[in-house]
Every structure is written in C-alpha cells, then in structure tokens.
C-alpha cells in the first residue's frame, strides 16, 4: 500500500554527478569556493526560488566557473524492507539527473539508463528531471516507498538538482520521483517514472504557507515546497505542520506531487495528491528507518500528530486503541504519513 491512507487500504541521500563511461561510480570533483551560491532559502536551507550560483573572477579578470555540487552517493541503510529496491530507483534517477558537460539529451539519457540493465525508453519520461543544460548534478534526498507488495514497488525519489546555464551560473531546484519497479531477476526493473510537476505558485497564497516556510523546524524539500507555494495544500496540512515543529524538528518528503494517485495495489485515492498529507523522513535529525532512533521518539511523534488532527497516522510503530487512526505495515517502515480528512 502506498505511503498515506494505510489506516483505508489493507494494506538519505545522494548525490550523483555522472560521469559518462563511469556512469554511476565517477563522478568529478566538486570546487573548493570558488562561486559560492546567492541562495534564497526557506527553511534550514531549502531553497524558496531558484537559486544562482555566479561566475566568479579570478585576479587576471579570466572568469572561473564554479564546480557544481557533487555530495555522496545514496545508499539504503541496512534495515531497509528491500534495500536493491530502493538502490535501483536511485541508480535510474541519478542516470537521468545527473550528467558531465556535453552529457545532456534524450539519446545521452538512454546509452546511461542502458548501462544500468534498464529500458532505454525511460528516459523519454524523465520530464522535469532533465531540463536543457549542458551540465546536471542531483542530490537524493530520501527514498522512501510509496508502496511495498511482494512483486511491486513504488519508490518516491526525492531530489535536488543543480544545472549549468549557458552563462555558466548554476540554477538549483529538484523535483520528486515516483519510481514504478517488478520484481526481476537478478534485480528488480522499473517498469515506469512519474516526475512531479506541482505547479506555478499561487498569486495568494494561505498565510500559513509563508509561515510554513519560515519555520526552520520544519525541512522541506524543493518539490514540497512548490506545492506549498502553489496553494494547493489543505490548512490542516499546514497547520499540523506549525503545531508539530514547536516540539519537534521534521524533516517532509513528500507533501502532495511525486506521490502515487492511489493507494498502492488499489484504486481508492490517496489524501497526498488531494494537497491532505505529508510525510516527514526524519525527526529531530534522526532517520525513521534507521534503527538507532528511539521507537518512542516515533511513537510520541505519530501520537502528536493524530492530537494535531490527523485521522490516519501510519509509520513503524505499531499503537493500538479502539477505534486506531494509527497503522504500521511494509511501506510505512521508512517514514511517518500523517493525513487529513479535510
């Protein structure tokens, strides 16, 4: 089942700047200073708008273009349902996210997905993931499931990228992967992507929003952002927010694009793309998956959030109670869905 609606249906990151022979394990060095970003940022440093990195001058007036980032490679972390899952949707979308100068293009794109045993055609549909630029460098920020069964798998990718404009500078921005895969052998294939698109940004947007986006307790990235900004969040999405990053810092994944339409396996709507949930990836600087943060920090954090309004609060916990809003299963095991019925 997919990543909200648990309690309805029965049911960290990475970086690769891709080199073109070696693919998803060269990657060029990153620059020491040179070019420091003017980033506009919301919260703990999530970018708001698209951000420039400038083209600095050296003492001879020769410019020096700055590197682009390059962190590290995501890797699943040893508790995970099924690490090579998530292993393969971020291989696929750093192949499609991330290229060296002169790497960019549809047919580039394919000899890249190729190399990694997958459908070449994938790259038709990488969408906003690969926008015109001659250089591309992409940081995963989580993957998390939006569904987990025994032959099926949604993995959501959230990403931030970083692209070369033609005068050099860098403009950063990220958008948030729904990885479709079956399973294979020896490996699991994709067998689809939908990028999320959330959307211009709303000409009035809530006041709440700006708080949202204020708040440094609360860590969104830049696809969750965009829908916030886009106005198409529900106030109890945003007010649960607010009351939750009082005793808590959360860190969102996925807020309403980039989500599965419907619960995973079903065809019941999910509340994600109703602009009704979000899912938050970490607490107070520690990863729900991992296995060193405390079950009752989680547990505390899941009950806060049904006492801010959530009907339908589903993680690895499991909590019981007559009439449950709480649910645990597979899918909810690397993050906490708190969802709104209005």
């Not at 070019?35 to 999530?46: C, E, F, H, L, M």
């Amino acid at each position: 089942m997919t990543s909200g609606d648990g309690a309805r249906g029965a049911g960290r990151r990475g970086v690769l700047r891709a080199g073109a022979a070696a693919l998803l394990l060269g990657a060029a060095g990153c620059g020491s200073g040179a070019g420091r970003p003017a980033v506009t940022t919301g919260p703990a440093g999530t970018p708001t708008e698209t951000s420039t990195w400038t083209v600095a001058p050296t003492p001879t007036g020769t410019p020096t273009v700055s590197a682009l980032p390059n962190p590290a490679l995501w890797q699943p972390g040893p508790s995970e349902v099924q690490p090579d899952v998530k292993r393969r949707a971020v291989e696929l979308v750093a192949a499609l996210g991330a290229w060296p100068p002169g790497g960019q293009g549809v047919e580039a794109a394919r000899a890249r997905v190729a190399a990694l045993g997958l459908p070449p055609e994938l790259a038709d549909r990488a969408g906003p993931l690969a926008p015109a630029a001659a250089e591309a460098s992409l940081e995963v920020v989580d993957a998390q499931y939006g569904g987990i069964l025994a032959d099926s798998a949604s993995v959501l990718v959230v990403c931030r990228q970083w692209t070369r404009r033609a005068d050099g500078s860098v403009a950063e921005g990220g958008t948030t992967v729904d990885v479709r895969l079956s399973r294979a052998a020896p490996r699991w294939t994709v067998t689809a992507l939908n990028p999320g698109e959330p959307g211009p940004a709303a000409a009035s947007p809530a006041p709440a929003v700006a708080q949202v986006l204020a708040q440094p307790r609360i860590e969104l990235p830049p696809e969750a952002a965009a829908d916030l900004r886009s106005g198409t969040v529900h106030d109890s999405v945003l007010a649960a927010m607010l009351r939750l990053a009082g005793p808590y810092t959360l860190s969102v994944s996925v807020v309403r694009t980039g989500h599965p339409l419907d619960v995973f396996g079903t065809t019941r709507p999910s509340d994600h793309p109703l602009g009704r949930a979000f899912d938050v990836w970490r607490i107070d600087g520690q990863a729900v998956v991992d296995p060193s943060t405390p079950g009752q920090l989680i547990e505390s954090f899941m009950r806060d959030a049904a006492a801010a309004g959530s009907y339908n609060v589903g993680g690895p916990v499991a909590i019981p109670g007559v009439g449950n809003q709480f649910f645990t299963d597979d899918t909810h095991h690397d993050h906490v869905h708190v969802g709104f019925s209005a």
